[in-house]
């Protein structure tokens, strides 16, 4: 052997000892950072998805988020963001808000800034919210009905507030009006279908009624902003408090430090706690580094909420000392196929349910990241985490993951097409686990016959041009389109009316994308919005809505969004909150 | 050519006109308003021009800023304020217009004015760019900076060493190091050397910027680790560049003529082969600061260093115009100015550059001309073999920037 070659294996015997070096330190360094003393050593995995692990009231320290990405705002008015929703009920109260508890309590509802839930008046178009006594911004200025009003207006000015959801402007009786900043002298306190009768009392009136009214006022949306303080675009910067922290300084998509709020009691948001002195959420982090630090200890929380990367995974789920300061939290989400009922031979319900039983769920939910960070195999529209579900199996999802075969052979033979038929898929292709997905469905199809041809596009056209616009799925046979759904509020009208309702097919932008028109289903959403219905009357109509639109076989189910979350031992009072997916921020604390 | 030889000689050594300096900077930076110019309309074209002419309209454009499920008013709304709507000329005047004179925008309540240089808004956040740039602007200059020194200094005096200590275990060790340093992209050496030195040992303990004016020394501990991984890749392949001038350089006849002289071997190596491979050396390293002032993408986004690499691909993703054209006119300038910089140095490292500068009614180097005409380019003030090192370097140098 001559010199150089000894040399460069040398070299090469260096760098592969480097690089095992450092993947037997990635699997080994979670059993050094992580010792099991204290509150935790009695945790199991998943602890926090059932229960509240580490609970305690001490009070000090720094909380530390880190997020992947930035926000879209803090703005409570301005963001559409789930985690931002989570993370500003540190700053912002709205009227409502959740109940803050593990499993299905955390879906409930609970008063905000309100004495209580709203009082809808008989004709269902009124609604009002009457304010706490006592409530103060973070200098201490008193809270009015008129602050809400406020709140409420200036997300009506989408060039200002583009990110925002526009509920208020779908519902409430005056859909024109600009919002408060054009013409200001005039339209400040200028929206008239939000009248504020006494400094404590906020009414709303909507143009139909909407029983549903109460989540749309849980959104950050309805948190008071007092106008003199607006400072409209620059409101992110520093929106001002009314929760149990206040900014102390935001470097724009960087890092934002929040302090304790003097003017906050708890009796102006029992459902959160001032327990850290400091809270720090640092932005833009790269996403394997956050897990690193997160099993390292220096940061507490992963603000995104959508859980560990996939070397992280693997490290945590193979190993016992990790994977009990991890939760598998169901996130709230679909991940589905629609089945277009405009496209043929898919016109015909047994063609439809044939995919239903022939596709492999098993090969879905690894396409999607496997049991634990993938999902939970799906059988219904419906999610667990919305309030509604009813567990069924209209098509033995659960009993034979795998796929009926001979179910979707004799489905096919009912249709007239016993050997099967050719049909287009659209899927997004810069989304590698849709991309796995849909190649497996194309290969569990092909099983039976069913000839699937493949079209991708890009994500951010998909709704709008492709898979959204009937005339273009029509004219390239896009019989089935992948998707993915994830409700505004926990409930079934919130999850299925925009998917499933005959009303909300639209020529572009389609949510309804298997053009759903069934009056039966039609009907059950009419009722649901009749104001004389209890609660209770309401709940029992979703799992209806969910059966027969599975009937329908209109969308095939495949996960339910599943993501591992990690929590560091030092934080207290962490669980996951059913309606975010992820942990509850208001309620948490940290161990010195 | 003769008669140019005692010329060269006397000048060799003095210091330039301060005329002669001043008119060459005036030039260059004449040159950079005129290159940035043409660089902003490239870009304003790529970003505004190319999306009309493959069908979008101002609406389409519009319409990805005014988030989810937006109304058509509120599309043309956010179209109109911000200023799609207008012609593309007349909006690429309002850009160049608000770098010179500052513009206003109007933030919901009120009317903020933007002071130049004003880059515009973010069509996200709504938030001026510039103040964001100057943010991030410490961050990539603590990085680049420290880094350079370390793979300046450590690559130089490897390759030196490696040069004069051809074919030894030294050399071969040192230029194997050296290839795994150019051939390892930065987000695997970077992820290793946090794994070891931050996680499992925590010599370097959650790694992450610290104002070197709000502690000097966590500044300094934070960022070893990135100047460390940066200067890996770079020092590595300013070794190999540094090896093959000097080895070329050392069997030049003025080398020889040196040692005939009787100089003491560090005198011939230092002052004599080392001053003429650093020339392209220079080169190269003025493009790189460059550069890597503009955002070292890869090792800010490793390390989570809120820089103006995380900058620009913030501004990527989110498809936010003014950003890109604001990082990409700053980068523009770094690398211009850094050239410029080191066409100066230049004229220190080498003397026949400074020779060259003379105007050449003084000068043999251009005794052709007719009229007197300043001389400043390498190619005929350094010598061939040089600047063909040059171009090597520049072509092998790609690679490494690609990957910061």
């Known amino acids: 052997m001559t010199k150089p070659r000894k040399l460069a294996i040398a070299a090469c015997a260096v760098l592969t000892g480097l690089t095992l070096a450092a993947c037997a330190s990635a699997s080994g360094s979670g059993s050094s950072n992580t010792a099991d003393v204290g509150p935790n050593s009695n945790v199991s995995f998943s602890a926090g998805v059932t229960g509240v692990v580490n609970p305690s009231s001490a009070q000090g320290g720094t909380l530390t988020f880190a997020e992947n990405s930035t926000p879209d705002s803090f703005d409570p008015g301005n963001t559409y963001y789930s985690w931002v929703w989570d993370f500003s009920r540190l700053y912002a109260t709205p009227l409502v808000t959740y109940k803050s508890c593990p499993g299905s309590c955390g879906l409930q509802l609970a008063p905000g800034i309100a004495t209580g839930l709203g009082q809808v008046s008989d004709n269902g178009l009124v609604w009002t919210y009457h304010l706490k006594h006592g409530l103060k911004f973070e200098d201490g200025t008193p809270v009015s009905a008129e602050d809400v009003k406020y709140a409420v207006e200036r997300t009506y000015d989408k060039s200002v507030l583009p990110n925002g959801p526009t509920y208020f402007q779908t519902l409430l009786a005056d859909p024109s009006y600009p919002g408060p900043y054009q013409d200001r002298s005039k339209n400040l306190m200028g929206l008239t279908s939000v009248t504020t009768p006494d400094p404590y009392t906020v009414q709303f009136h909507l143009q139909q009624p909407f029983p549903d009214f109460n989540y749309v006022v849980a959104l950050p949306q309805t948190a008071p902003v007092p106008p003199d303080r607006d400072t409209g675009a620059n409101y992110q910067l520093h929106p001002i408090s009314t929760g149990p922290y206040m900014f102390q300084s935001y470097q724009l998509n960087s890092q934002a430090t929040l302090v304790r709020n003097p003017n906050w009691t708890p009796n102006e948001d029992p459902e959160a706690k001032q327990l850290a002195s400091k809270v720090v959420i640092k932005l833009n982090v790269n996403a394997d580094d956050i897990d690193n630090r997160l099993m390292a200890g220096d940061i507490d929380i992963d603000a995104g909420g959508t859980g560990v990367q996939a070397a992280a995974q693997a490290e945590i789920l193979s190993n016992p000392s990790l994977m009990k300061y991890s939760d598998d939290a169901l996130t709230g989400f679909l991940w589905f196929a629609y089945i277009d009922t405009k496209v043929a031979p898919l016109t015909n319900v047994a063609c439809r349910e044939a995919i239903e039983y022939a596709a492999d769920k098993t090969d879905q939910q690894t396409a999607y990241g496997g049991p634990y960070a993938g999902g939970a195999i799906a059988s219904t529209v419906l999610p667990p985490t919305i309030i509604g579900y009813q567990k069924t199996d209209p098509y033995d999802a659960l009993t034979q993951p795998n796929g009926d075969l001979a179910a979707a052979k004799s489905e096919l033979a009912a249709c007239g097409q016993p050997n099967g038929f050719t049909v287009g898929l659209a899927y997004r292709s810069d989304r590698p686990r849709e991309v796995q997905a849909a190649q497996s469905l194309q290969a569990a199809l092909a099983r039976v016959g069913i000839d699937v041809q493949l079209h991708g596009y890009p994500s951010g056209t998909y709704y709008t041009d492709f898979a959204g616009s009937p005339d273009y799925v029509h004219q390239h046979d896009l019989g089935i389109d992948m998707g993915g759904w994830g409700a505004d509020w926990p409930d079934g009208y919130g999850f299925l009316d925009e998917l499933t309702n005959g009303n909300t097919i639209a020529p572009s932008g389609n949510t309804n994308i298997e053009e759903l028109n069934d009056p039966v289903v039609n009907r059950m959403f009419a009722k649901a919005t009749n104001p004389a219905l209890t609660e209770a009357q309401e709940t029992a109509i979703w799992p209806q809505i969910d059966q027969q639109v599975m009937k329908d076989a209109v969308i095939l189910p495949e996960v339910y969004g599943k993501s591992l979350l990690y929590r560091n031992p030092a934080v207290t009072n962490v669980y996951v909150q059913s309606y975010f997916g992820m942990y509850n921020y208001a309620v948490l604390g940290v161990s010195s | ?404």
């Open chain 2, 1 to 404: 050519m003769g008669s140019a030889r005692p010329r060269r000689e006397s000048e060799r050594g003095r210091a330039l006109p301060v005329h002669v300096m001043i008119t060459f900077i005036v030039r260059r930076l004449t040159t950079t308003i005129f290159l940035l110019i043409v660089v902003s309309m490239i870009t304003f074209a790529i970003f505004f021009l190319i999306p009309r002419l493959a069908g979008q309209n101002a609406y389409e454009l519009a319409a990805q800023y005014v988030g989810r499920n937006p109304t058509r008013s509120a599309i043309v709304q956010m179209e109109v304020k911000l200023g799609l709507d207008k012609p593309l000329v007349v909006q690429y005047w309002q850009f160049l217009k608000g770098i010179v004179a500052g513009s206003h925008y109007n933030d919901g309540p009120s009317q903020t004015y933007c002071p130049p240089p004003c880059f515009g808004y973010s069509f996200r956040s709504q938030q001026p760019v510039w103040p964001q740039m100057v943010a991030a602007l410490p961050v990539t200059v603590s990085l680049a900076i420290g880094a350079a020194v370390l793979w300046l200094t450590g690559g130089v005096a490897i390759g030196v060493l490696s040069a004069l200590r051809r074919g030894s275990l030294f050399d071969r060790l040192s230029m194997g190091v050296a290839l795994a340093g150019v051939s390892l992209p930065i987000f695997f050496t970077g992820l290793i050397a946090l794994e070891l030195f931050s996680y499992k040992w925590a010599l370097f303990p959650n790694v992450q910027y610290v104002a070197v004016t709000q502690n000097p020394l966590l500044w300094a501990r934070n960022l070893v680790l990135p100047w460390i991984t940066l200067a890996f890749l770079y020092a590595a392949l300013y070794a190999r560049l540094t090896r093959a001038g000097m080895l070329e350089t050392m069997g030049e006849d003025f080398i020889r003529t040196a040692r005939a002289k009787g100089l003491p071997e560090r005198t011939v190596v230092v002052r004599h082969a080392l001053r003429a491979t650093l020339t392209p050396i220079l080169t190269i390293f003025g493009m790189d600061l460059g550069l890597l002032l503009g955002g070292a993408v890869l090792t800010e986004t490793t390390f989570s260093l809120p820089g103006l690499g995380q900058f620009t691909i913030l501004a990527i993703q989110n498809q936010d115009f003014p950003e890109i054209m604001g990082v990409v006119m700053l980068a523009a300038f770094f690398i211009v100015v850094a050239n410029m910089l080191v066409d100066i140095l230049y004229a220190t490292v080498d003397p026949r550059v400074r020779v060259a500068l003379w105007p050449c009614s003084r000068s043999a180097t251009c005794a052709c001309s007719s009229r007197p005409t300043m001389v400043w380019s390498r190619r005929w003030t350094v010598s061939h073999s040089t600047w063909n090192g040059a171009a090597r370097s520049a072509s092998s140098a790609s690679p490494a920037r690609a990957r910061a």
